[in-house]
Antibody, heavy 120, light 107 residues
């Protein structure tokens, strides 16, 4: 079964750091681009970051640029999001999502999400 | 940045109704528009990609159309499992952006 499992969320103080992980099964991550999308409580979806198959192309939303880093480990069949200098407004459920075919074609596989809460 | 405006933000409908949701981009995005369905506490699910292509396993009562700046998601004969929130998403250029969502509720 094709599946993504998100993990690593939790409660962190403002200014702190967290590393989210997304473990894939049923397919090889090396063949796909990946993305992180977040959803603040009761709010809509917000794109956070994307990474291409070879990691040559990486993009970030302005709201996280310079604080978050997306990466992938094809050998571990996993995707990561390193989040530093966290702010209250980063509180959200974070989903990893796989490109259907390429960055233009939508996200066909999603993780279950992991909740990040930034609060003192 | 490309702004995506969905309308309506919510609607009430009955089982069997036809529902239309629109999404307007602030500039042309060709056909790089995707639609997702999200139920409470669950991850979004891809319904339509590149404006009009039905994702595998999605019922044929869902259809999408449009190009440029104006797009439509249609649901013919609404079923009980279709009550959810729907989002459009432009994948034409970064920053990638989503519409604000349309919540489809039971009348």
């Amino acid at each position: 079964e094709v599946q993504l499992v998100d993990s690593g969320g939790g409660l962190v103080k403002p200014g702190g750091s967290l590393r989210l992980s997304c473990a894939a099964s049923g397919f090889s991550v090396s063949s796909f681009g990946f993305n992180w999308v977040r959803q603040a409580p009761g709010k809509g979806l917000e794109w956070v970051s994307s990474i291409s198959t070879s990691s040559n192309y990486i993009y970030y939303a302005d709201s996280v640029k310079g604080r978050f880093t997306i990466s992938r480990d094809n050998a571990k069949n996993s995707l990561y999001l390193q989040m530093n200098s966290l702010r209250a407004e980063d509180t959200a459920v974070y989903y990893c999502a796989r490109d259907k075919d390429d960055i233009l074609s939508g996200y066909s596989v999603w993780g279950q999400g992991t909740l990040v809460t930034v609060s003192s | 940045d490309i702004q995506m405006t969905q309308s309506p933000s919510s609607l009430s409908a009955s089982v069997g109704d036809r529902v239309t949701i629109t999404c307007r981009a602030s500039q042309s995005i060709s056909r790089y528009l995707n639609w997702y369905q999200q139920k409470p506490g669950k991850a979004p699910k891809l319904l339509i990609y590149t404006a009009s292509n039905l994702e595998s396993g999605v019922p044929s009562r869902f259809s999408g159309s449009g190009s440029g700046t104006d797009f439509t998601l249609n649901i013919t004969s609404l079923q009980p499992e279709d009550f959810a929130t729907y989002y459009c998403h432009q994948s034409y250029s970064t920053p990638l952006t989503f519409g604000g969502g349309t919540k489809v509720e039971i009348k």
